[in-house]
């Protein structure tokens, strides 16, 4: 079994306070036994154009990821960051990390796909290639409990990557995010129960909840769903932590009485090996 941890957060423009909030959270989850927890997309900083790009980090450089490391090393677990601003040589890329027990960085991945989209709330226009160049690259890792294969958010729409990952050998899907109130109550749950249910993995869906200082609201209902498309562990609509048990094995139970993968016809032109 795999204790798994969620951070239920509403984040905002204070980094301090977030990476406060995240601290006391992950010693929380830490004593009662996760052994890999999960924060959600701007965690550390959810703010306007201009601040990400103004407190972003060097991969591997910073105060802000130097302390996500120490928490790692601290409390001796899997610490997945749900996504962070990185300065790289074509701008600034929104990068999910995870660190390792002993507080090295084992992951990166920079969001592939940009949440340009109109919406009917308050905020009305999202535009978030304006300030984030999109990744190039999946990112998945053979761990001690299993292979993880990273996402962020808006990478839900996109069924063609988890199907990459999972042929890649993922068998659970992190899937931090920052839905908003008004497509999560309409599609967070469906489609994350269907990511799980085509791929036959365990999805780890943190997300960011309630009304944030910037003004926009999101969904919350942060929840783990095993391979078999059912919901484990499901938080409500306000900042909260919770850890779930999750039997690992589960899944290549049924990915053997039914092997969806085996009997596709369409096959990914993506077969290489999950990254170390």
């Known amino acids: 079994m795999l204790r798994v941890g969620l951070i239920q957060m509403t984040s905002g423009p204070d980094m301090e306070h977030n990476l406060q909030y995240l601290a006391q959270e992950v010693a929380k989850l830490a004593k009662q036994g996760a052994q890999l927890i999960s924060s959600p997309e701007n965690a550390l900083l959810f703010a306007t154009s201009a601040d990400y790009h103004r407190h972003a980090e060097p991969l591997g450089e910073g105060k802000m990821q130097q302390g996500f490391s120490a928490l790692a090393k601290q409390w001796q677990c899997w610490l997945h960051i749900g996504s962070f601003p990185i300065r790289c040589q074509h701008g600034v890329t929104t990068t999910s990390l995870l660190y390792t027990p002993t507080g090295e960085r084992q992951l990166h991945y920079d969001k592939l796909h940009m ?9 009305k226009r999202y535009r978030e290639s304006e300030t984030f160049a999109p990744g190039n690259e999946l990112a998945l890792s053979t761990l001690p409990f299993g292979t993880v294969g990273l996402t962020i958010c ?3 729409r996109f069924p063609a990557l988890f199907q990459c990952l999972q042929e890649r050998g993922a068998n659970i899907i992190l899937v931090p995010a920052a839905f908003t109130a008004v497509t999560g109550q309409a599609h967070w749950e469906p489609l994350l129960r269907a990511r799980a249910i085509e791929n036959q993995v365990w999805i780890i869906a943190v997300d960011q909840t309630g009304t944030h200082p910037c003004g926009r609201e999101t969904h919350g209902h942060s929840m783990v769903i095993s391979p ?4 484990v562990l499901q938080l409500g609509q306000k900042p909260q932590s919770a ?3 999750i039997a690992l094995e589960q899944t290549e139970q049924i990915r053997q009485s039914m092997p969806v993968s085996e009997h596709s016809r369409f096959v990914s032109k993506l077969k290489e090996e999950p990254n170390k």
Request: proline share 0%; aromatic share 22%; glycine share 10%.
């Open 115 to 123: 949440f340009d989209v109109d919406v009917a709330d308050g905020h």
């Open 154 to 156: 808006y990478d839900l």
């Open 228 to 231: 078999w498309g059912e919901v």
């Open 243 to 245: 850890w779930v048990d």
